[in-house]
């Protein structure tokens, strides 16, 4: 976390066109990663270090589908635990694996998990020599995870269950990145979209779609996508910095990202100065000021990029039941509500060859009784979803502040 309480962000652009251009089916997703990550910290690591970190990061990769003439799915749950969020951890530890290892350092993950984000960072830990992760769980909330992954059985991970809720988790971390000397003395850092490194990674899915579509779409080519913490958007925005082609991207609203009186897209926070709003959460982000940057460098552009529309639970839930009927294709709820965001958009990509990709970031099975109550299907639990919602005891006591969890970190540091 930057020291004025900001958000990182990349700087300048980079022209990739003819390489992007230049990719196909054939190429791999860690080839693209490894492309991508050399062009992006081109002037500090060589493009051989930048390979070596995709390399490690991605033993797996996207899959897309062909639904119709004008709708792809991009499916981004093929990773170990079948979250999207499997790409962004998986880079990141590799790469700051692969930079500590070089300068000979250490770092520290401190971070809030109710169970999925926990058992993501685990997974990407083991082995790792130069990291380390404290985890907090709010009470009775731990799940997941492994035993053998515990630091105390020869892990890099210390979960903690914290004797509160989930805000009392966000608070304690919160506290600890104020607290600039401890963050320095340890190296700590975080492994949610706060970190830039966490981010980054997922502009990858965008020119990976494109590889596998370059020769088959024709036309503008567009995403739509649930808006989540803005984190996709946000990382297709950078795609496109890129030079990636991309016609634009279809989200559904939220109070936050919305549509003017003309139907264009707009941030409703940023009529408010930053000097005036409070330090970025290292806890819970939202990349909302990262997009509302983006507008304010491309304003006038972003009118005709970014399309935002309004979708009601009723139609999302038509939607779901669309996709299954049309498709055969299980949709959570937030796929659900991209799909519907996409049906009030269809013009866009149906014109002269074009295509929409939908973005599905999670497997189904996380949404099993969403799907159940729209579709009316059970579907078959992965093993990796059942042992993520397996509640796993710990035999150590709660801890109530950050004083705590201070000492935990201090009892763990290398």
């Known amino acids: 976390m930057p020291e004025d309480g900001g958000l990182y962000v990349p700087d300048g652009n980079a022209d990739l066109r003819r390489w992007i251009l230049y990719t196909n089916e054939k190429t791999t997703f860690s080839s693209i990663a490894g492309a991508l990550t050399s062009a992006c910290i081109n002037d500090e690591y060589s493009p051989i270090i930048c390979e070596t970190i995709a390399t490690r990061a991605f033993p797996f990769e996207p899959a897309i589908k062909k639904l119709d003439e004008n709708l792809y799915a991009l499916e981004l749950f093929h990773g170990p635990t079948g979250s999207h969020r499997d790409f962004g951890v998986s880079y990141l530890t590799s790469c700051l694996e692969t930079i500590l290892q070089m300068e000979n350092k250490k770092a520290i993950f401190v971070d809030v998990t109710t169970g999925e984000h926990g058992a993501i960072l685990t997974e990407q830990l083991r082995d790792k020599k130069n990291l380390r992760s404290v985890l907090l769980y709010p009470k009775g909330r731990v799940s997941g995870i492994s035993e053998s992954d515990f630091i105390w059985n020869g892990g890099n991970v210390y979960p903690v269950e914290i004797d509160g809720d989930e805000n009392q988790c966000h608070e304690i971390v919160r506290e600890i990145f104020g607290d600039r000397k401890l963050v320095e003395k340890y190296n700590l850092t975080v492994a949610n979209t706060s970190n830039i490194g966490r981010l980054l990674p997922q502009a990858f899915f965008y020119t990976f779609a494109f590889s596998r579509l370059k020769d088959k779409v024709y036309g503008d080519i567009y995403y739509a996508l649930p808006p989540g913490n803005y984190s996709n958007l946000v990382a297709g925005l950078y795609s496109w910095r890129l030079s990636l082609p991309v016609s634009g991207f279809i989200v559904p609203a939220t109070q936050a990202l919305t549509a003017d009186p003309l139907g264009q897209a707009e941030i409703v926070d940023a009529v408010v100065p930053y000097e005036e709003r409070r330090f970025a959460d290292p806890a819970d982000p939202s990349n909302l000021e990262r997009l509302e940057d983006f507008f304010a460098d491309y304003s006038e552009m972003m009118k005709s990029f970014v399309y935002t529309a309004k979708v009601t639970e009723e139609a999302a839930e038509a939607a779901a039941k669309e996709l299954y009927k049309k498709y055969g294709l299980y949709a959570d709820r937030s796929t659900a509500r991209a799909y519907a965001a996409y049906l009030s958009q269809q013009e866009l990509s149906d014109e002269e060859g074009g295509a929409t990709v939908l973005v599905m970031r999670d497997h189904p099975a996380y949404s099993a009784d969403f799907i159940k109550h729209v579709i009316g ?34 009892s763990i540091s290398f």
């Open 377 to 410: 299907e059970s579907i078959e639990i992965p093993q990796f979803v059942k042992k993520i919602k397996t509640p796993v005891p710990l035999d150590k006591p709660l801890v109530s502040d950050k004083a705590g969890v201070q000492k935990i970190i201090e």
